[in-house]
């Protein structure tokens, strides 16, 4: 099993910046792709980056230019960067991670984090 955390988030003005983390632990595994989902209320869970990994990233078309997801595959880290935010970018932030394990697969989802942006 793996487990993944996120952290970062919270309560910021627009134009203002966050920086969400992601932390995977638990028995062996190996790390293929991570990525950042959101869910707003009464909206469906959507892809907001992933990152593979030799770290080609993907951002969806309304987060293009103001974040960046970035990993660290010593420490088992995700994080997701977040600058010019927006009142729309209020959501909960989820880490996904597709997950091999001994020649398994699996994918893995955080619990979440809010992310509140006031206008």
């Known amino acids: 099993q793996v487990q993944l955390v996120e952290s970062g988030g919270g309560l910021v003005q627009a134009g203002g910046s966050l920086r969400l983390s992601c932390a995977a632990s638990?028995?062996?595994?190996?790390?293929?792709?991570m990525a950042w989902y959101r869910q707003a209320p009464e909206k469906q869970r959507e892809l907001v980056a992933s990152?593979?990994?030799?770290?080609?990233?993907n951002y969806a078309d309304s987060v293009k230019g103001r974040f960046t997801v970035s990993r660290d595959d010593d420490e088992n880290k995700a994080y997701l960067q977040m600058n010019n935010l927006r009142p729309e970018d209020t959501a909960d932030y989820y880490c996904y991670a597709h997950v091999s394990i001994f020649g398994n697969y699996g994918n893995y989802w955080g619990k979440g984090t809010l992310v509140t942006v006031s206008s």
């Open positions: 990152i593979s990994t030799g770290g080609a990233a």
């Open positions: 638990g028995s062996t595994f190996r790390i293929n792709l």
